[in-house]
């Protein structure tokens, strides 16, 4: 249902994914990786590609009660990193 009223009303639909967007970037742009790779690489922009995946939280160090990552001696010696489809 349609109705007329004189408030405000909410952003519209294309607004409010320009805004998640926009936020999407931001994020993205502000992340220490991505700042020291558009460092290493002069010129280099960043997209975002998914809107959908969920924003990285903060690693917990072991004195807030994470798990510190395991000594490079222990991941397995055949071990190559990650697939190409983890970038997809």
């Known amino acids: 249902m349609v109705s007329v009223s004189n408030e405000a009303g909410e952003k519209t639909?294309?607004?409010?994914?320009?805004?998640r967007k926009a936020?999407?970037?931001?994020?993205?742009?502000?992340?220490?990786?991505?700042?020291?790779?558009?460092?290493?690489?002069?010129?280099?922009?960043?997209s975002v590609k998914r809107l959908d995946a969920p924003?990285?939280?903060e690693p917990q160090s072991e004195a807030e009660?994470?798990?510190a990552a395991p000594?490079?001696?222990?991941?397995?010696?055949?071990y190559a990193g990650p697939d190409e489809e983890d970038f997809a």
């Open 71 to 78: 000594p490079p001696e222990e991941y397995p010696a055949d």
């Open 23 to 46: 936020d999407a970037l931001e994020r993205a742009r502000a992340h220490p990786i991505v700042q020291r790779a558009l460092a290493a690489f002069p010129g280099a922009a960043v």
């Open 55 to 57: 924003a990285a939280e």
């Open 13 to 19: 639909l294309h607004e409010q994914e320009a805004d």
């Open 65 to 67: 009660g994470g798990a």
